[in-house]
C-alpha cells in the first residue's frame, strides 16, 4: 500500500504530479491542512525518457 494519508490529520491525500515515465503518482498533497508529501521521483523512469 503507498503512503497516501497525511500524516498530520488521517485525510487522505490527493496525487499532484505524475511520474513523467510510468503515470504513477510522485507527489501528494493533503486537501485538508495543505501539507505536501515528499516527492518520489523514479529515478529509472528519468533515465529512460532521457534516453528516448
Ligand atoms: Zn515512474
Ligand atoms: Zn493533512
Not at 26 to 43: G, P, Q, V, W
Amino acid at each position: 500500500m503507498p503512503d497516501t494519508y497525511c500524516r498530520s490529520c488521517g485525510v487522505e491525500m490527493k496525487a499532484m504530479a505524475l511520474c513523467i515515465g510510468c503515470s504513477k503518482a510522485i507527489l501528494y498533497a493533503c486537501t485538508r491542512c495543505e501539507m505536501f508529501s515528499d516527492t518520489k521521483m523514479h529515478i529509472h523512469c528519468l533515465q529512460l525518457a532521457i534516453q528516448e
